[in-house]
């Protein structure tokens, strides 16, 4: 394949439930404009589109570009979707069904737009300039509310027959468990997630003292990561006992997805891994080498992401760029 | 690609605990000449490096061919191994470490020798001759004594970092579960393999009757796939509760790898599967659909492997003949 003398510049949105980032992003990947607007999902699909198409145009203004300069963007959204088609078929915590996204942007902002999922955007961004580059298989997982996660096999994102792999958070790793919000039990994000995590500290908190009481600043159930991280650095008892729960089935999950993908490296991000940081991702490591064989964990790095908010609009950029 | 107008002939050899099977494969993928030997695993690796050996000969031989007319060769062996360089690193089956099995076997029948992953053939040979033709992505599930997977990911085969990928029978589904052959707790094989399931029954048939005790003719612990599939279908108690145990199991491990990886099909095999047959396919399928999100498992088709013995050997085959 013969390379271009000079790289265009390309965009990067990330669509998420609360904020909508965008980025241009230059041959070197390096982010010369950006802008972020607050999603307002509660206003509809309609207004929220809206929003995306400002905060491009923000975007562009920034870096003081027009969209005819932008050779392609890429837009990361909740799924299921179909990227072909570069429609969302559905998006709960967006309130979406069914929505042209990409047919939408490229109609009002005239430039060349593709669709993926929120978490690939993430994973690949991670992949390809963060804490998995170099690898070739590489597995990312995003503890926050709830766990998501992203596939690169063999170079590649994995999005498989129904475009939706990745979605490490609902491996069941405790068969009849607790009552998961996608209506299961015992999936992963189920323990482990912050939004589980939370919640099981409230009921445990009605018959035991908890630092968290005080550092939480609202109802346990709501606690935030970093209040919960907060919490445990002070060695509280049932902070401690939740937490080295959520590891455990982190552990169980992770081991079995090495013993199953045998990847190079997995990747540890999202808002509760970032308020615990390098520690806790030693301890999922240490947790998911009791569930692995040796021979298959075997060299296999566990690192924390690096890109922060970054991640999903960088991702996304390098999926705009490659696609040209 | 230009396609050779005169494909010439390969061989597919499948080394297995109990039996060695090697077959000449011809362009039209017919097996034109075969030969089984038992494995005789406890004489040790040269002992059976020698009948494999032997076993390749008698198959040119029923072919009526020489070791110049193979262009390649092709042997799935118990792992983990490493196949770039054709060594066994260990197969605990067998009692081998460090078997340089590809340079004995050149250097012996001097025919070209690739090494592969026994599962991994098995899997192939369903994706390319039997009942996962035609589709990218595929998850091949072996239920006999344990449990063996292999991935097929992007149409070709996935081994992954460690060369180790697919031990979805080393996938936790219940955390602090049986133990298991593996040393962890909990794992898939650990409650749905042929063995724990086996155990299982023997340990509740101290209380219980169940028509298994006539139909092993032996041990329970020992109880074999077809005397199980027996009491199963004359709808004995005991088997059919414990065997809905292990289909539910089976179905939050594959429901977790259809929401991790979107495969187009999952195929089921091994001693288990074929000798309780279509019913049972369709059962799994049925459990994983509990365990999967609809949108991850829609139009997924879940199907029984159809080359039975003949898997290892016809996809040994297809492995040389594609390293040509």
Redesign the interface.
């Known amino acids: 394949m013969a390379r271009k003398a000079a790289q265009p510049l390309v965009a990067g949105i990330d669509l998420g439930g609360t904020n909508i980032q965008a980025a241009v992003v230059n041959p070197d990947n390096e982010i010369i404009g950006r802008a972020r607007k607050k999603t307002r999902a509660e206003r509809g699909a309609k207004e929220v589109t809206v929003r995306i198409i400002d905060c491009i145009k923000e975007c562009l203004a920034s870096a003081d570009v027009n969209a005819g300069d932008i050779a392609a963007l890429c837009i990361g959204a909740p799924g299921?979707l179909r990227p072909e088609e570069g429609i969302v078929?559905?998006a709960p915590n967006l309130g979406w069904r069914n929505v042209p996204l990409k047919s939408l942007l490229e109609s009002a902002v005239g430039i060349r737009t593709l669709l993926d999922n929120d978490v690939n955007i993430g994973t690949y961004g991670e992949f390809r300039l963060g804490a998995g580059r170099g690898?070739?298989?590489l597995v990312g997982i995003f503890v926050g509310t709830g766990i998501g996660?992203g596939?690169v096999?063999?170079g590649?994102l994995?999005?498989?027959?129904?475009?939706?792999?990745?979605?490490?958070g609902?491996?069941?790793?405790?068969?009849g468990?607790p009552k998961c919000g996608?209506g299961?039990r015992?999936c992963l994000e189920a323990i482990a997630g912050r939004a589980a995590i939370a919640r099981e500290l409230a009921s445990r908190a009605k018959k035991r003292k908890t630092l968290l009481t005080k550092l939480a600043k609202g109802p346990l159930e709501e606690a935030r990561s970093r209040a919960i991280a907060d919490a445990y650095n002070e060695k509280d008892d049932l902070v401690v006992e939740v937490l080295d729960e959520a590891v455990?089935?982190l552990g169980?999950?992770i081991?079995?997805?090495v013993?199953?993908?045998?990847?190079?490296a997995v990747i540890l991000g999202g808002g509760l891994t970032e308020a615990l940081g390098k520690p806790f991702v030693k301890q999922v490591a240490q947790a998911a080498a009791?569930?692995?064989?040796p021979?298959?964990?075997?060299?296999?790095r566990f690192a924390m992401a690096e890109l922060g908010d970054d991640a999903g609009v960088l991702g996304a950029a390098q999926l705009a760029r490659e696609a040209l």
Chains 1, 2 share one sequence.
């Open positions: 299921p078929i559905s690898v070739r298989d996660g596939l096999i063999d590649k994995h999005r498989g027959f129904n475009h939706t792999a990745g979605e490490i609902h491996l069941v790793v405790r068969m468990g996608c299961n015992g455990a089935a169980a999950a081991g079995g997805v013993n199953l993908l045998s990847p190079e009791k569930n692995a064989f021979q298959c964990i075997k060299n296999v």
